[in-house]
Nanobody, 122 residues
Framework: QVQLVESGGGLVQAGGSLRLSCAAS????????MGWFRQAPGKEREFVAG???????YYADSVKGRFTISRDNAKNTIYLQVNSLKPEDTAVFYC????????????????WGQGTQVTVSS
């Protein structure tokens, strides 16, 4: 199993940027498809971005062009660069690991971090 710890969230004004980090231990992140999800109050957890073990990236339509997922194998860490933030991006952001490729389904991810809060003010 892989253990995941997110960091980098915070309070930012609309139009601002953050870089979220997800540090892994126990297994290498390059062994999995890694995903970022978010959950706003009263809403279901939703897929944001993913990166496969081969390095292929894919995104939810709502964040395409604004968010970028990347991976640093040497640091065993994945990142989510979030730009042009909007108030509707306010949520707890989670990273997760899956043995499936190119999956967007919450149920296909087996290991989760504790989340990091992103709050965007208007």
């Amino acid at each position: 199993q892989v253990q995941l710890v997110e960091s980098g969230g915070g309070l930012v004004q609309a139009g601002g940027s953050l870089r979220l980090s997800c540090a892994a231990s126990g297994r290498t992140v390059s062994s999995y498809t890694m995903g970022w999800f978010r959950q706003a109050p009263g809403k279901e957890r939703e897929f944001v971005a993913g990166i496969t073990s081969g390095g292929s990236t894919y995104y939810a339509d709502s964040v395409k062009g604004r968010f970028t997922i990347s991976r640093d194998n040497a640091k065993n860490t994945i990142y989510l660069q979030v730009n042009s933030l909007k108030p509707e991006d306010t949520a707890v952001f989670y990273c997760a690991a899956s043995s499936w490729s190119h999956t967007r389904s919450v149920t296909n991810y087996h290991s989760w971090g504790q989340g990091t809060q992103v709050t965007v003010s208007s």
